[in-house]
Nanobody, 123 residues
Framework: QWQLVESGGGLVQPGGSLRLSCTAS????????IGWFRQAPGKEREGVSC???????NYAHNVKGRFTISKDNAENTVYLQMSSLKPDDTAVYYC?????????????????WGQGTQVTVSS
C-alpha cells in the first residue's frame, strides 16, 4: 500500500521561507508524477507546483519565481521550497500522485488526500 506524508509546515513571517517535505512509501518518487496543492480557509484546493517523471516542473502563476519543487530519489522525498512568503500563501499544503504535470502546476490526483501540513504566514 502506498502512502505520502507531508511535513515541514509552520508559522513564518511575511518574506520568510519554509521547506515542505513529501515522503513516499510503497513506491519510488522517481517513477511517478507528484504535485503540491494547497487549500486556504473558505477556498477550493488549488494546484501549486508539480513535477513529472522526467523532472520537468510547472508552477501556478502566483508562486512562480518564489517556490521550487525538487526531489531526492535516495530519500524518496519530494520537497517544496517556499521563499518570499506572503499572507496569501497561508493554507494547508498537500502532496499527491498525479496523472501528469500540467502547465499551471496541477494535475489529476490518484488516491485520497493525506493530512497535509499547515503553513501560516503572519507577522
Amino acid at each position: 500500500q502506498w502512502q505520502l506524508v507531508e511535513s515541514g509546515g509552520g508559522l513564518v513571517q511575511p518574506g520568510g521561507s519554509l521547506r515542505l517535505s513529501c515522503t513516499a512509501s510503497g513506491f519510488g518518487v522517481d517513477y511517478i508524477a507528484i504535485g503540491w496543492f494547497r487549500q486556504a480557509p473558505g477556498k477550493e484546493r488549488e494546484g501549486v507546483s508539480c513535477m513529472n517523471i522526467y523532472g520537468t516542473t510547472n508552477y501556478a502563476h502566483n508562486v512562480k519565481g518564489r517556490f521550487t519543487i525538487s526531489k531526492d530519489n535516495a530519500e524518496n522525498t519530494v520537497y517544496l521550497q517556499m521563499s518570499s512568503l506572503k499572507p496569501d500563501d497561508t493554507a494547508v499544503y498537500y502532496c499527491a500522485r498525479i496523472s501528469s504535470c500540467g502547465p499551471t502546476g496541477s494535475g489529476n490526483v490518484f488516491g485520497s488526500w493525506g493530512q497535509g501540513t499547515q503553513v501560516t504566514v503572519s507577522s
